[in-house]
């Protein structure tokens, strides 16, 4: 008997659809639940800032392969190894921060693909994402590979970057961006630079993604291209919640 599928998100995302997410960064798999059952399409389990534990990770893959909605990881910047071993965990996609280059985009790539064309290790019947060794060859859908732009350098290389083949998408990283621009969101620098991005991903039929933020609403984003669009991390989520319980347990408006 066939597992679930797990490709239903996943499949209309990349149909041109648009899905929400949560960035998780507690590993737990009852909160991974949590957020599909409140209406999520995919959830980012966060190992560049959050709380990085592989037991509690392929608790959380498992659960979301049971349902509709998608897994992505965010590895560390630059961890190559990383990419392999989350996808043989079953991990749906993959973002990569701060892909600054071409160089750097291929390398990513190579990292999620099986020789002579990468440099992903095979591992056999053991791993996860074969259903160990019990799915046909070429059962899964190819991972989403979501390079994350947040740099200056990225932006002046943006267009070789968007044209790496096998790279889904760019993830625009708002704060990083801003920070190593220099200037501040409303800026025309800002501005400007994110145009180029948007404009580079359209060119290349790349899934465009970020989080909403001061200034750049959903209903814009969305006009504007974007389709993978983060809405929640888990942690400001509970500790939101937490603050207006208490606000209301105390009569507090």
């Known amino acids: 008997m066939s597992p679930p599928s797990t490709a239903s998100a996943l499949s209309r995302l990349r ?3 648009h899905v929400h997410g949560v960035l998780q960064t507690m ?3 009852a909160i991974s639940e949590l957020a599909i059952l409140v209406g999520f399409d995919f959830v980012i389990l966060d190992c560049e800032h959050g709380l990085i534990d592989a037991g509690a990770h392929l608790s959380c893959l498992q659960v979301i392969s049971a349902t509709p909605a998608f897994s992505a990881v965010r590895v560390r910047p630059h961890d190559l190894h990383a990419v392999g071993r989350y996808l043989d965990l079953g991990a749906d996609a993959i973002l990569m921060p701060n892909v600054r280059n071409t160089q750097e985009a291929k390398a990513f790539v190579a990292a999620a693909t099986h020789g002579p064309r990468g440099t992903r290790s095979s591992t056999g019947s053991g791993a ?3 259903r160990y060794g019990l799915g046909a060859e070429g059962e899964r859908a190819e991972p989403l590979l979501l390079a994350m732009i947040e740099s200056r350098e990225a932006v002046n290389d943006i267009e070789a970057i968007a044209n790496t083949l096998g790279l889904g998408g760019f993830v625009i990283g ?3 961006l801003s920070s190593d621009l220099g200037c501040e969101k409303s800026t025309l620098a800002y501005l400007e630079a994110v145009t180029a991005i948007e404009g580079a ?8 993604g970020t989080g909403a933020y001061a200034g ?3 209903d814009a984003l ?9 809405s929640s991390v888990d942690v400001l989520a509970l500790r939101d919640g ?3 319980h208490l606000a209301a347990a105390c009569g507090v408006s």
């Not at 991903?201 to 465009?208: E, S």
């Not at 969305?222 to 983060?230: A, D, N, Q, V």
């Open 15 to 17: 149909a041109g659809g």
């Open 27 to 29: 590993p737990s798999s």
């Open 128 to 130: 996860r994402a074969s």
């Open 174 to 176: 708002p704060h990083d």
């Open 201 to 208: 991903a359209k060119r290349a039929h790349l899934v465009l």
């Open 216 to 218: 750049a609403g959903l």
């Open 222 to 230: 969305k006009e504007r291209g974007y389709r993978f669009i983060l």
């Open 242 to 244: 937490l603050g207006a």
